[in-house]
C-alpha cells in the first residue's frame, strides 16, 4: 500500500537551532500534505496545509515563520522549525492524501518525528 | 468548524471479549467520510476503518465495523474478540468532500486489553 517516509524519527537539539523534518510519499504523487503536532496522550493538532508549488496554509494560532513549510515537489514537503525552543518540543506528524477520487481517498500517515530542544 | 467528540478518554477490554467506542460529530454537511485510526505506542497512524455517510450500511473490517448513525451524527468503533495487539489510542476523524482533505481528529481513546 502507500507509504508516507518520515525523518528523522527522533531530534534533539539545543536551544536556537533550526531543525528539518522531511515527509515523502513513496509510491504516491500528493500536492497536498498535512503538518500536525501532537502532545502526550493527546489528539492531531492540524499545524498547516501543505500545498506544492505554493505558499503552505498555516492554522490559526501557528507562526508561520517559526514553522517554515516547503513542499517543492509532487513527494516532499518539509517543517523546518527554527530557532527551536523547549516548548516546541513535541511529536510532529506529516500525513499525505492518496490523491484518488471520493472514498478512495485516504490519509496516509508518516511515523512521526520527536523533537527534544534541550 | 466541524468537531468531533470521543467521551471516553479511557477503555479496558479483556482479551476475546467485545468493546466499543464511541464518537459523535457535528456537520451541516449530508456528504461526508468517517474514519477510525488507531495509534499504537510506535506511535504510528493506522486506517482501522473507514464510512461514506452516503451508504446506509455499516462497514466492517474482519474484526472491526462501525455503527454509523447519521441522524444521531454517531459513528461508534466494534472491536470484537479482542486481542492484545489492539491496545492503543483510537482516533475518530471526519473528512467532508471538496475541502483539501482536511482531516478533523476527536481527542481519542486509549484503549487497554487486559490477559
Known amino acids: 500500500g502507500a507509504v508516507v517516509s518520515q525523518h528523522p524519527s527522533r531530534v534533539i537539539c539545543k536551544s536556537g537551532t533550526s531543525v528539518k523534518i522531511e515527509c515523502r510519499s513513496l509510491?504516491?504523487?500528493?500536492?497536498?500534505m498535512f503538518w500536525y503536532r501532537q502532545f502526550p496522550k493527546q489528539s492531531l493538532m492540524l499545524m498547516a496545509t501543505s500545498n506544492e508549488g505554493s505558499k503552505a496554509t498555516y492554522e490559526q494560532g501557528v507562526e508561520k515563520d517559526k514553522f517554515l513549510i516547503n513542499h517543492a515537489s509532487l513527494t516532499l514537503s518539509t517543517l523546518t522549525v527554527t530557532s527551536a525552543h523547549p516548548e516546541d518540543s513535541s511529536f510532529y506528524i506529516c500525513?499525505?492524501?492518496?490523491?484518488?477520487?471520493?472514498?478512495?481517498?485516504?490519509?496516509?500517515f508518516g511515523a512521526g518525528t520527536r523533537l527534544s530542544v534541550l | 468548524a466541524q468537531t468531533v467528540t470521543q467521551s471516553q478518554p479511557e477503555m479496558s477490554v479483556q482479551e476475546a471479549e467485545t468493546v466499543t467506542l464511541s464518537c459523535t460529530y457535528d456537520?451541516?454537511?449530508?456528504?461526508?467520510?468517517l474514519f477510525w485510526y488507531k495509534q499504537p505506542p510506535s506511535r504510528q497512524m493506522i486506517l482501522v476503518i473507514r464510512q461514506e455517510a452516503y451508504k446506509q450500511q455499516n462497514a466492517t473490517e474482519n474484526r472491526f465495523s462501525v455503527n454509523f448513525q447519521k441522524a444521531a451524527k454517531s459513528f461508534s468503533l466494534k472491536i470484537s474478540d479482542s486481542q492484545l495487539g489492539d491496545a492503543a489510542m483510537y482516533f475518530c476523524?471526519?473528512?467532508?468532500?471538496?475541502?483539501?482533505?482536511?482531516?478533523?481528529f476527536g481527542t481519542g481513546t486509549s484503549l487497554t486489553v487486559i490477559p
Open positions: 509510491d504516491f504523487q500528493a500536492t497536498t
Open positions: 456537520t451541516s454537511e449530508s456528504d461526508y467520510y
Open positions: 476523524a471526519y473528512r467532508a468532500p471538496n475541502t483539501g482533505n482536511q482531516f478533523y
Open positions: 500525513s499525505a492524501p492518496n490523491g484518488a477520487g471520493g472514498p478512495q481517498n485516504i490519509q496516509y
